[in-house]
T-cell receptor, first 111, second 115 residues
Framework: DAGVTQSPTHLIKTRGQQVTLRCSPK?????VSWYQQALGQGPQFIFQ???????QRGNFPDRFSGHQFPNYSSELNVNALLLGDSALYLC??????????FGPGTRLTVL | AQSVTQLGSHVSVSEGALVLLRCNYS??????LFWYVQYPNQGLQLLLK??????LVKGINGFEAEFKKSETSFHLTKPSAHMSDAAEYFC?????????????FGGGTRVLVKP
């Protein structure tokens, strides 16, 4: 059984650009959450998707948006990139009301 | 709102010594509690979790944690450290009423194991 997968592994962007990160959940998991982990800090919740809708959102600006597809996979989009958006972006999947399992993350560097 | 405090951003232990990582939480409702481990350049791996029932929880790799409601704590221990335990450890809390089980993390504790 494949775990949570994320792509790409790394990417480098410049300020003002837009980026899309992708996540495939574990088989049978219908909920996908995204977290941002800045260097030396704990992960911070960005938002969560369930049944193709955003169910919860953390304290992140509207530049951060997402999508969930019918197969439960998800995308995280960030517009107008800032230097401060450089971080490890983690995707986690879970069945409803159950433990979250994390992917390996996408390392985003904004120059 | 929930919050998590991990005392000590860095801990150094000798191989074979006790590992003790401290976690205190703040929550207005009975929490679900988690410990995750992160190895360099990797995602988070679940070590153990407390939801209900027995307050002493055993996890993978010989780790265990005890939920103490009166102290609002969920400290992680391992009797004998191994070199492979060198990693960063995160304590997290969620609200049992939350269908999505959103996690709030502490700042993490980096463990160094000396030979």
């Amino acid at each position: 059984d494949a775990g949570v997968t994320q792509s790409p592994t790394h990417l480098i962007k410049t300020r003002g650009q837009q980026v899309t990160l992708r996540c495939s959940p574990k088989s049978g998991h219908d909920t996908v959450s995204w977290y941002q982990q800045a260097l030396g800090q704990g992960p911070q919740f960005i938002f969560q998707y369930y049944e193709e809708e955003e169910r919860q959102r953390g304290n992140f600006p509207d530049r951060f948006s997402g999508h969930q597809f019918p197969n439960y996979s998800s995308e995280l989009n960030v517009n107008a990139l800032l230097l401060g958006d450089s971080a490890l972006y983690l995707c986690a999947s879970s069945p409803t009301r159950d433990t979250q399992y994390f992917g390996p993350g996408t390392r985003l560097t904004v120059l | 709102a929930q919050s998590v405090t991990q005392l000590g951003s860095h801990v150094s232990v000798s191989e074979g010594a006790l590992v003790l990582l401290r976690c205190n939480y703040s929550s207005s409702v009975p929490p679900y509690l988690f410990w995750y481990v992160q190895y360099p350049n990797q995602g988070l791996q679940l070590l153990l979790k407390y939801t209900t029932g027995a307050t002493l929880v055993k996890g993978i790799n010989g780790f265990e944690a005890e939920f103490k409601k009166s102290e609002t704590s969920f400290h992680l221990t391992k009797p004998s450290a191994h070199m492979s335990d060198a990693a960063e450890y995160f304590c997290a809390v969620s609200d049992w009423r939350d269908a999505g089980n959103k996690l709030t993390f502490g700042g993490g504790t980096r463990v160094l194991v000396k030979p």
